[in-house]
């Protein structure tokens, strides 16, 4: 388990987005090297910095998908699992499947929970995407600027457009060192909040469903499955108020559920070694999802707010 | 969160299967009331006994799916953020966005583990399936004689055909006894089997997804997204090698997890408040299954190895 490389990098190393952070002799996109395909094609309407970000939010929203689809899958074989045991005629058998079904079909509530806060932090990402989008005009003013001057010192280095340009590109630095800013500051509170969201998310459902599936065991030790010889009649089945007690226990560990504490602070989990949430997490911790996160400075609130490229973003988002 | 009823059963009651099991005058399956729809017509090839769980078995392989697609898009996920993060020229950003893809893609890994012991405990209760498949043609044949007698008396009370028929309707009688007790130890100890192996499969994946979604959230704090103004430097990125030591972290985790103790006994869970699994469970604990489960006498043998109807099972496994 988990004995890959201590990273999952592939080996070609694409050069794309250096040309244009680095490089001021070409704003060309590197060719697409991926054929013709729709979403290939998709793809390259995007610009080149936010390309990679596109394609990894339709990937994640494939994986909400899937786990909605888990969850719809689930809860369906609660009820026919019930449903089946009951056409067994089989008292004990009926009691347990039932029971066992409500406790699946919690499961895939959770699951379904659990969707939903993937697509939050999905939506996250997304504004990361349209940061990098609003910053790729910038970057491409700026070095479209540069190139002209590069030209002209080439062929008529005396002439009076020189000055001009020379100053246009002053300017253009400026707008690009503000949008550069904004893109960093954008990219690393948004990254650190979607991850945090789902990774706290991952706890929840697994803490949840470690609840239910214990519970789960529970009930199925209530059914006695010691054969029978032809002719035998089985003992009467009298588990059925404690299978009951069982639902109650489990519906009761749920509610007092909390998230526990620290998993958002940088001490506490430094040894690997976690406390595990129970009852003895206080009442009054409330769940939070990004406390370190500020409320938006001049600086990353200009790139949330204005400009065109934002709203040209907003537009793609409605799309995606 | 679970305020539902403490069953799940909708409340249109289904009589199908006590047509079979109590009446005997009539061996005909109720009428289809679900239309014609590709899935009811399949559904009502299988005899009416093993219709229900021939449904779930096969919503049971979407779920399945569902969970194998969420782990391929994981991972494919932790490979785009990777990438994503290298191109940003960030070494923070490309550094832990690279090692939070190692924590997603290990996670992937573990929701393709679940899947697979979904798809195994699938396959448990496919044996009951096969097993209700059987016992079928033995009511069948039984209740066909005792039609036939009913018949008989009603129009030729003094035929001598009936003291034939009965001593028939004797043997019919003993062996259906013996498919009844055959069908009541497969059902209830492979229905108990399948969902101990799915419940301890749930703990598996949450306890394994806990491990690493808490170091995937301390990959996140070695990222600073203090806002820096334009013109201003980040200070150097210089947690690589804690970044290393999570990742290494995450991997001792995983490979010191052990099944908590007592999942499968009936003792020390009765109060709901479970044990942690952790570096204080001893590693000699084996996973262990179904320890309860016999390893089948001669009446769930008889089930599981012969007979035609249980051949025609096999043959239905394959296609379903």
Do not use: C
């Amino acid at each position: 388990m988990m004995n890959r490389a201590l990273s999952i990098r592939s080996s070609n190393r694409s050069s794309g987005a250096s040309t244009h952070s680095h490089g001021s002799s070409s704003t060309h996109a590197a060719p697409s090297r991926r054929g013709f395909s729709l979403s290939s094609l998709r793809g390259t309407i995007q610009p080149e910095l936010s390309k990679r970000l596109f394609r990894l939010i339709k990937s994640a929203n494939n994986l909400v998908s899937a786990h909605e689809t888990a969850a719809k899958e689930r809860i369906s074989i609660a009820t026919q699992l019930s449903e089946w045991g009951e056409q067994t005629n089989d008292e004990a058998i009926s009691d347990v499947s039932d029971k066992v079904g409500v406790i699946l079909s919690e499961m895939g509530e959770q699951e379904d929970t659990y969707a939903h806060a993937l697509d939050d932090s999905r939506g996250t990402l997304k504004t990361i995407r349209n940061t990098e989008k609003s910053v790729q005009p910038s970057r491409d003013g700026r070095n479209k600027i540069a190139d002209e001057i590069a030209k002209i010192k080439a062929k008529e280095p005396e002439s009076t457009k020189l000055v001009v340009l020379e100053q246009e590109l002053v300017r253009a630095e400026a707008e690009n060192l503000v949008a550069e800013a904004q893109l960093t500051n954008i990219t690393r509170q948004k990254l650190k909040e979607a991850y945090q969201a789902e990774f706290i998310a991952t706890v929840e459902r697994a803490e949840k469903q470690i609840i239910l599936a214990r519970h789960g065991l529970r009930l199925l030790q209530l059914l006695d499955d010691t054969p029978v010889v032809p002719g035998n009649a089985r003992p009467r089945y009298e588990n059925a108020s404690q299978a009951r007690q069982i639902l109650n226990d489990a519906e009761d560990d749920l509610k007092d559920w909390r998230l526990p504490d620290g998993l958002l602070s940088t001490e506490g989990s430094e040894d690997g070694n976690f406390t595990t949430a129970g009852q003895s997490t206080p009442r009054q911790t409330q769940r939070q999802r990004s406390p370190k996160s500020p409320d938006g400075g001049s600086v990353t609130g200009g790139a949330q707010n204005g400009g065109g490229g934002v709203a040209e973003g907003k537009a793609a988002e409605i799309g995606a």
